[in-house]
């Protein structure tokens, strides 16, 4: 008897059961319906879809800085504490080594004549000071081999009077690209001849900076959010599609000379500075 009460249970609908999809929607029906009831008021618009184009704050704009660097072409030299431990290690291990009877050796063998051989040879490395060095031409990519190089150009940015030439990174304003990486890439469209000649460390800016600039027209305050991406030279760049009046390629160091004193404390927190070898 029990057993077929609770089958009854399990088996049997109420007449009046509506499907799960159903009562879901009527639900949200209802829960649309009152809401708007409750903002005919207030003058609020719910059941229209946000906009895709990109609107910032009122006096606020978004600009996208490329730093472009050209990676050390040489091994830098090794630290001082580096080069004075693997002299004094050299110098001690000479006094254990142990050095065999030339009759121990074969002079035959390919490797004692390889040997032989090379020491014949007279092995003159490359100088590490370039011409371009000596010069101090700083649009030449060919100086200061062992350092991370980086691209400035002089022009009028974003934001600033056309009264004066300033330094700067490449820029553009942000509009309603899709992201922050894009507006990036877009900097650099018409400097080099490829898009393989670039290479964009990660998606997120390496660092922001915030200021506040007048308007040349209207002087009022508008705040400039400029965030920086790191890209790396891989192939050419294309000078004369530029728009800028002059460039230079320059150590972190010589960057720091070029920049206000507030962008030039940043710029020395934010660039990665050249690592010495330490092996």
Not at 4 to 9: E, I, P
Not at 81 to 101: G, I, T
Request: glycine share 4%; aromatic share 12%.
């Amino acid at each position: 008897m029990l057993r077929s009460f609770v089958r009854g249970l399990t088996c049997s609908e109420p007449k009046n059961a509506q499907p799960w999809g159903s009562l879901i929607r009527q639900s949200r029906r209802d829960f649309v319906k009152t809401t708007k009831e409750k903002g005919k008021g207030k003058g609020a618009a719910i059941d229209q879809e946000p906009s895709s184009e990109f609107s910032g704050p009122e006096g606020e704009k978004i600009v996208a800085c490329v730093a472009l660097e050209r990676l050390p072409l040489i091994v830098p030299p090794p630290a001082p504490e580096v080069l004075a431990f693997r002299n004094f290690s050299s110098a001690w291990n000479d006094q254990y080594r142990r050095h065999y009877p030339k009759e121990f050796i074969d002079v035959l063998s390919s490797s004692n004549q390889r040997e032989a051989n090379s020491a014949e040879l007279v092995f003159e490395p490359a100088p590490r000071i370039t011409e371009a060095d000596k010069a101090n031409d700083r649009k030449s990519l060919q100086r200061a081999l062992d350092r991370r190089l980086f691209l400035i150009v002089q022009g009028y940015p974003l934001g600033y009077s056309k009264e004066k030439l300033i330094w700067h990174f490449p820029e553009r304003i942000y509009k309603n690209e899709e992201t922050m990486r894009l507006c990036a890439e877009s900097v650099l469209v018409p400097t080099v001849a490829k898009e393989d000649d670039v290479y964009f460390v990660g998606n997120a800016p390496c660092g922001h900076f915030i200021e506040s600039l007048a308007d040349p027209k209207s002087k009022s305050p508008i705040t400039y959010k400029r965030f920086f991406f790191r890209s790396q030279l891989l192939g050419k760049v294309r000078y004369k599609a530029w728009n800028y009046k002059d460039y230079a390629w320059v150590t972190k160091e010589e960057l720091l000379e070029y920049f206000e004193m507030d962008l030039s404390a940043y710029m020395k927190q934010m660039l990665v500075d050249d690592l010495r070898v330490i092996y």
